[in-house]
């Protein structure tokens, strides 16, 4: 996507650091509400697949995991890649 103005880099180090601390406060959230150990959660962790039939909830809250975790891997990695 173009954009009309130019965001400077230090403005999206700025943003992207606020992105992830709500991210990881969410997850912080999540994994202690379920008794999951954050420190020991990978990189790549996945949900379990849902079991066959099933209604699709039976893990819900670790797809929620999953999705913040790739999202704070995501952003982590354009603040690296910004230097």
């Known amino acids: 996507m173009e954009f009309a103005n130019v965001i400077p ?16 406060i969410e997850i912080w959230d999540k994994c202690t509400m379920m008794a999951v150990d954050m420190a020991g959660l990978p990189a790549d962790y996945a949900a379990p697949a849902e079991p066959e039939g099933s209604d699709g909830l039976t893990y819900v809250a670790e797809r929620q995991i ?3 975790n790739t999202r704070i891997v995501g952003c982590k990695a ?5 230097g």
């Open 66 to 68: 999953e999705s913040l």
């Open 78 to 82: 354009q603040l690296t890649a910004l």
């Open 9 to 24: 880099d230090e403005t999206k180090r700025v943003i992207l650091t606020r992105v992830i601390k709500e991210l990881e």
